[in-house]
Structures are given as structure tokens and as C-alpha cells.
């Protein structure tokens, strides 16, 4: 995989912006995929960036490679955990709260992953990073 590194946090720094990565952001950032917008590539670089990642988006990669949907060469689905310690990314765990809050989201929005990305950038007070505006009408801060 052509991963781009993140640079180590700097001790002492001030926590920067917390972050929750889109399925496809995380993806073209770990293999420095072009679509990747300049402003999406800044934010997540910062050092001081909280960067987090939902098991929501190793469902929707897993599901996705299953059905032949997604590429998956450099096994990512076996390795993502890896990956994410390797960048400094968190991982965010789905709590009870996260699945109410996502079954109770008015609208009609039907993609399972991108509800749950919302419901938990709104319990977590998230900026979610991604090119997809159907977060928009969600109240969610979203950097592209």
C-alpha cells in the first residue's frame, strides 16, 4: 500500500481538531489517492489532529471486498488495525448510544454507514472528513 505517513504528535501540543474519517477519506489517505482533497490531506496531517476512525468504516470496507465491490490487493480488511496505529488514527468503538441516535435520524438518507459516521460525529462532537454532502443537512461540521 502507498501509505502516507502521519507526522508524530508533538509532546506538549495543544489537542488540535477532532476528526472522524470517512470510509473513502481513510482509504485514499493510506494509499495517497489523488482524489484526496488538498484541504482533507492538511487537517489530517496536523500532528496535533485527533484523527478517528469508526468500526463502522471496517464494516462498510469488509462488506464492500465481500462483494467484490472494492478493491482490496494489500489485504487492508486483515490489516486495518495496523494501519490506523501506524498513522496515529483512534479507532471509535460503536456504543449503544451511537446505534440510537443513528436509527432515530430523520431523513431519507439510507446508507447504514454514513448514518452511523453522523450519529457518532454528533454524540462526539466530530468533524467528519469527506467529499460526501449528505452529512450536510445532519448539523455535522464536514472538511473537504
Do not use: C
Amino acid at each position: 500500500m502507498g501509505e502516507v505517513r502521519r507526522p508524530p504528535a508533538r509532546r506538549g501540543a495543544a489537542p488540535g481538531r477532532r476528526l472522524l474519517l470517512d470510509t473513502h477519506t481513510l482509504l485514499w489517505w493510506l494509499t495517497g489517492d489523488p482524489h484526496l482533497s488538498p484541504a482533507a490531506r492538511r487537517v489530517i496531517a496536523q500532528p496535533s489532529a485527533l484523527a478517528f476512525v469508526s468500526a463502522a468504516s471496517a464494516w462498510e470496507i469488509a462488506t464492500k471486498v465481500r462483494l467484490g465491490r472494492l478493491n482490496d490487493p494489500q489485504g487492508v480488511t486483515d490489516s486495518l488495525g495496523a494501519h490506523l496505529r501506524a498513522q496515529g488514527f483512534r479507532e471509535l468503538p460503536i456504543t449503544l448510544e451511537h446505534g440510537r441516535r443513528a436509527g432515530k435520524l430523520p431523513g431519507p438518507h439510507k446508507d447504514p454507514f454514513d448514518r452511523m459516521l453522523i450519529a457518532q460525529a454528533q454524540s462526539e462532537g466530530l468533524a467528519v472528513v469527506s467529499n460526501d454532502a449528505a452529512f450536510d443537512p445532519y448539523g455535522v461540521e464536514r472538511v473537504w
